[in-house]
C-alpha cells in the first residue's frame, strides 16, 4: 500500500473488457505469438510496483464469459457488471475490492508500460493539497495506449452517484476532469510530445502494428519499455504508418 499524508492507500488498477467492439470485436483476447493481448497488458501491469490489486472489470454479458474464462484459467481477480454503464461497474469493483484509489485502464493497450503507471501512482500520492483526478491523458503527450489515470474512491462515488449523460456513464473519467471547481485535477506530460503515435488496438491496423512491435520486442526481452518501442518506430517509420490514418473515438 502507498501512504498518503500519513494515510494508507489500496491502490487497485481495474482494466475495463469487453468482447463487443464495434471496429474490431473480440480485439482484447486476440492472439500475438499465440497469447491473448489482454494477457500481455496483465503481464506487464504485474511489474508496476504500485499497485496492490489488478482486477479486470468485464460485464455480466454472455458474450464476456469467455474473459471471465480466461481470467479464472490464469487467477486474475474479475468482477462482472453492467455493460454500458461503465462507471457504474467500476464504482462497484472498487467497493468489492476496497480500493482507497483506483487506476483506470482500458483492454485495448497491451504495450503499457509500468514505470509510467508508477510515475502516475507516485505523482498522485505525493503531491500536496492531494488530487482527486490524475493522469497522463490530460494533456496528451504520451502515445495513445499508454493512456492512465487514477482517482479517489471517493471521487469515483460522486461521479457514480451524479453523472447522468450517457456519454459520462460510459467512458467513466468526463464528468470528473470536466469539472474542475469541484474536483482537483493534474496531469503529467512526456518530456517529448510522442502523441503522433498510436499504439492501442481498435482496428485492424492497430493490430497489426502492435503485432509486429510484440512479434520483434518481446522475444528479445519481455520487459521492453515506452522508449524501446518508440526507438523501434524512429527505425522503421514505415509500420507507423499503418494506422496512422485512425481517428480515435474521443471522450468529450
Not at 476496497?98 to 505525493?126: F, G, H, M, W
Request: charged share 25%; hydrophobic share 40%; with cysteine.
Amino acid at each position: 500500500m502507498k501512504k498518503r499524508r500519513g494515510i494508507l492507500l489500496k491502490v487497485v488498477a481495474i482494466i475495463q473488457a469487453r468482447i463487443n467492439s464495434s471496429r474490431l470485436p473480440g480485439k482484447v483476447l486476440m492472439k500475438v505469438m499465440d497469447k491473448p493481448l489482454l494477457e500481455y497488458q496483465v503481464e506487464r501491469l504485474q511489474r508496476a510496483v504500485s499497485l496492490d490489486d489488478i482486477v479486470i472489470a468485464t460485464t455480466t454479458g454472455s458474450q464476456d464469459d469467455a474473459i471471465a474464462d480466461w481470467a479464472k484459467k490464469l487467477s486474475i481477480p474479475c468482477f462482472r457488471g453492467p455493460e454500458q454503464d461503465v462507471l457504474a461497474r467500476y464504482s462497484m469493483t472498487a467497493d468489492r475490492y476496497q480500493a482507497d484509489a483506483i487506476v483506470r485502464l482500458t483492454a485495448d493497450c497491451p504495450l503499457l508500460d509500468p514505470q509510467i503507471v508508477d510515475k502516475v501512482v507516485e505523482s498522485y500520492v505525493l503531491y500536496s493539497p492531494p488530487y482527486d483526478y490524475f493522469s497522463n491523458i490530460y494533456e496528451r503527450t504520451y502515445p495513445r495506449g499508454m493512456d492512465t489515470e487514477i482517482f479517489s474512491a471517493e471521487a469515483l462515488k460522486m461521479a457514480h452517484n451524479e453523472a447522468v449523460r450517457p456519454y459520462d456513464r460510459e467512458h467513466v473519467t468526463p464528468y470528473l476532469y470536466n469539472h474542475p471547481d469541484r474536483f482537483k485535477i493534474g496531469g503529467m506530460i512526456h518530456h517529448t510530445d510522442e502523441s503522433r503515435y498510436r499504439l492501442t488496438v481498435d482496428t485492424p491496423e492497430d493490430f497489426q502494428l502492435i503485432s509486429r512491435i510484440i512479434e520483434t520486442l518481446y522475444p528479445l526481452d519481455p520487459h521492453f519499455t515506452l522508449d524501446t518501442i518508440l526507438e523501434l518506430l524512429r527505425t522503421h517509420p514505415d509500420w507507423v504508418r499503418i494506422n496512422a490514418h485512425i481517428e480515435q473515438v474521443q471522450a468529450l
